[in-house]
C-alpha cells in the first residue's frame, strides 16, 4: 500500500505541475500542443503518468566551447552552447534560414561551402542542423504497467523505447536528422555555413517528411493505448481505472476559472495591504 501511496502522490505533483503556468525547462517553455492528446489519455489511467514530452522539433544549434580533453563531446552543449532555432511546427520549417540571419545576434555568412581543413580542431563549434521526433517519458505504477506501455511502444515502431528505473518507461524512436551545416569563425563572431542554401532546402525537405512520419507514429501509439490499456477486453471481468479525460474546450475553461479565481485572491491581498 506505501508504494500505491507514493504512485499516487507523485502522480497529484506531476499533474498539478502540468496544469500550472510555470514554464518548463525546455527551449520552447510549454507542453507542445500536439502532445496533449496523448497525454491526456496516459494521464487519464490510474497507473501511469506523464513526466516530459516533447512532439518533434527542427531545430538548429550552435555548439558551446569545447575542452581539449575531451569532456564535451561533438554536439554536446558544452558552455556557452546556443539554440538559433527552434520550431515545433511543421509550418514554420520552410524560412528559418532568412528568419535567422535577420534576427543572429551573430553575423551571418553564407561561404562559398569550404571551410579551410586547418580551421578543423577538436575545439570547433558547429552549427548543427537537427529534427528530433516525439520522444515521452512515463512513469508506472509498477513493472506489470510499464510494460504493457513499452509493449504497446514497441509494437508501434517506436523501437528506442525502454524501461529504466522506479519503472519510468522512455518512448523514442530513430527517425532524427543530425548534420554539421556550418561553424563558429571566433576571429570574427561570424556564423558560416558551409554547406549551400539549396542543401538547406533538402534538409528541410527530409524534415518535413519526418514530421509527417512522425504524426502517424503519434497516433497509431494513441490508438493502441486506449485499446490495449484502457479498454478491457470484451469477455473480461476485469475492470480498468479510468480518470475522466478534459476536453480542450473544458481544460481551456477550467484555465480561465483559474486565472479570474488568482487575480481575484491577488486584488483581495493587495486591498488588505
Not at 16 to 38: A, F, R, W, Y
Not at 47 to 62: D, P, Q
Not at 267 to 272: F, L, M, R, Y
Amino acid at each position: 500500500m506505501a508504494a500505491q501511496d507514493a504512485f499516487e502522490q507523485k502522480k497529484k505533483a506531476i499533474l498539478s505541475e502540468i496544469d500550472s503556468t510555470q514554464p518548463d525547462l525546455s527551449p520552447k517553455g510549454t507542453i507542445d500542443e500536439l502532445c496533449l492528446p496523448i497525454i491526456d489519455l496516459i494521464n487519464a489511467s490510474a497507473n501511469m503518468v506523464t513526466t516530459s514530452s516533447c512532439s518533434g522539433r527542427v531545430s538548429v544549434f550552435l555548439e558551446g566551447t569545447k575542452l581539449y580533453n575531451g569532456e564535451v563531446k561533438i554536439g554536446g552543449k558544452g558552455q556557452g552552447g546556443k539554440w538559433l532555432y527552434v520550431t515545433h511546427d511543421r509550418g514554420k520549417v520552410i524560412g528559418w534560414l532568412d528568419e535567422l540571419r535577420s534576427k543572429s545576434e551573430f553575423a551571418f555568412e553564407l561561404s562559398d561551402n569550404k571551410i579551410p581543413v586547418e580551421q578543423v580542431t577538436g575545439s570547433t563549434r558547429y552549427i548543427l542542423y537537427k529534427y528530433e521526433p516525439f520522444i515521452l517519458h512515463v512513469k508506472c505504477r509498477d513493472f506489470q504497467a510499464a510494460s504493457k506501455l513499452y509493449n504497446a511502444a514497441m509494437s508501434c515502431g517506436f523501437r528506442e523505447s525502454g524501461i529504466g528505473s522506479n519503472n519510468l518507461v522512455a518512448i523514442r524512436i530513430n527517425i532524427k536528422l543530425d548534420v554539421p551545416i556550418g561553424y563558429l569563425d571566433e576571429d570574427s563572431d561570424t556564423l558560416k555555413l558551409f554547406v549551400s542554401p539549396e542543401y538547406v532546402s533538402v534538409l528541410d525537405s527530409l524534415s518535413l517528411s519526418k514530421f509527417d512520419e512522425n504524426t502517424r507514429k503519434m497516433q497509431a501509439l494513441y490508438d493502441r493505448i486506449e485499446r490495449e490499456l484502457l479498454t478491457p477486453a470484451p469477455d473480461s471481468n476485469s475492470k480498468v481505472d479510468i480518470i475522466p479525460i478534459e476536453t480542450k474546450e473544458e481544460r481551456r475553461e477550467r484555465k480561465k476559472r483559474e486565472g479570474m479565481e488568482r487575480q481575484r485572491q491577488l486584488k483581495g491581498t493587495q486591498n488588505v495591504l
